[in-house]
């Protein structure tokens, strides 16, 4: 059996049985194929072994089978749900304007059809860690990365995949591919990624060491931001991993018209009891790329699509705010000083993504786990950029019946 070992080096793991043994430094775990005993014997000397499991996209219900997407009649287009969302109002902050030029975004999926007209010239890495031709058969990375560019159309993409053609891969792959960014963060910085999209996920185990969420925190700490699908569970409890851990962005699914939760999006709490998700985006009825041809297209829904809106959204702020923010009078309280380069991830969730989201009439404020703390919309960025201290109470900026007027006006102007 496949297990994650922390702590140990090749040659303890080696001496005590272990065979077919990688090495991921970065997030400084080793996986290798153990016997019932080699298990016991690293266990015994004090070493942490995790099973290796499978992973999905985040299909309806979550499992280890080979997923049926959920397939959508595909009634609103990216460019609609940009809209919706005032997208374009975060460009509007900055000078030049935003849309993603020198800035990187890895697609840890089913592979990429990188020839797609809406994605020619946007991949500057590709590594496929499955059995799988590197192309997506499965047909999800590709609407993925659509999204993404859509988006921020000068942006430049990392294709890591991770998602064998039926559908399901390793959360073994998955932290190699992770492992993979932060190797280039040191290595290779001119394509390091800011975001890590992650439309993928396990069933919560509720444990901390499981290997999709050290990895990920892995990527965390070297500022490397992690989005990734709450999970198609459609009940409490049931926000998938890596989604669970405490400082990766979990995105739920909204629909348009009404703008409630999707009824396939998955509900928190964790297991653990921490509230999730963090944010919803619109993942319902979506046209998307399709990896059919190179100019197909196709209706999807899932959190799998709301999170790639999450990464555009989360990158888009974040180089905003990096251009523009200026704090003259100190670090506004809640943000961490010692901060340098891209905001922490513990910055996004516990500061900015209260201030930028709503949620519609009838739903309490603050984070739930329905909703988390809302709809994140382009709009009340553009409107904090505004003012010259963004120290004050914007409680003004969020008040619910400004927001719902907001959104009763853009829901009018889409066309189904």
């Not at 996986?31 to 290796?52: K, Y």
Request: proline letters at 7%; charged letters at 15%; aromatic letters at 6%.
């Amino acid at each position: 059996m496949r297990y994650a070992v922390y702590g140990a080096t090749i040659e303890q793991i080696a001496a005590a049985g272990g065979s077919n043994i990688k090495a991921a430094s970065s997030i400084k775990m080793i996986f290798a194929t153990l016997s019932p005993v080699a298990a016991l014997t690293l266990q015994n000397q004090g070493f942490t072994i995790t099973p290796v499991s499978r992973t999905s996209t985040d299909i309806l219900p979550p499992t280890i089978t080979p997923p049926t997407p959920l397939i959508s009649p595909g009634t609103y287009t990216t460019a609609n749900l940009l809209e919706l969302s005032g997208f374009e109002s975060i460009r509007t902050v900055t000078d030049p304007s935003l849309y993603g030029e020198n800035m990187h975004v890895a697609i840890i999926d089913t592979g990429i059809r990188e020839t797609h007209v809406g994605l020619a010239g946007r991949v500057v890495y590709s590594k496929n860690f499955t059995s799988s031709p590197m192309t997506d058969n499965f047909n999800h990375g590709t609407g993925v990365a659509g999204i993404v560019v859509e988006a921020l159309p000068k942006i430049g993409l990392l294709n890591l995949k991770v998602i064998g053609d039926d559908g399901t891969g390793t959360d073994e792959d998955a932290a190699l591919a992770i492992n993979e960014c932060i190797r280039l963060y040191d290595e290779k910085s001119e394509i390091t990624p800011s975001v890590i999209n992650l439309s993928l996920g396990c069933p919560d185990s509720s444990n901390p060491d499981d290997i999709l969420r050290v990895a990920c925190r892995a990527a965390i700490e070297r500022n490397i931001i992690v989005v990734a699908a709450a999970g198609n569970g459609g009940s409490p409890q049931t926000i998938t991993s890596p989604a669970t851990e405490r400082y990766v962005i979990a995105v739920g699914s909204i629909d348009i018209d009404p703008f409630i939760l999707s009824s396939f999006s998955s509900r928190g709490p964790t297991i653990e009891g921490l509230v999730k998700p963090d944010v919803v985006i619109f993942g319902q009825d979506i046209v998307v790329l399709s990896s059919e041809s190179d100019t197909a297209t196709t209706g999807r829904s899932g959190t799998s699509y709301a999170c790639p809106f999450g990464s555009a959204f989360i990158l888009g702020t974040q180089e905003g705010l990096l251009r523009r923010v200026q704090y003259p009078e100190g670090v506004p309280r809640g943000l961490d000083p010692e901060a340098v380069g891209p905001l922490a991830a513990q910055e996004t969730i516990d500061y900015w993504i209260p201030r930028l989201t709503t949620k519609p009439e009838g739903i309490p404020m603050g984070k739930d786990n329905d909703y988390g703390y809302g709809m994140p919309f382009g709009d009340l960025f553009a409107d904090l950029m505004a003012r010259t201290d963004i120290s004050l109470s914007i409680g003004a900026l969020l008040a619910p019946m400004m927001m719902i007027g907001i959104m009763g006006v853009m829901v009018k102007g889409v066309s189904k």
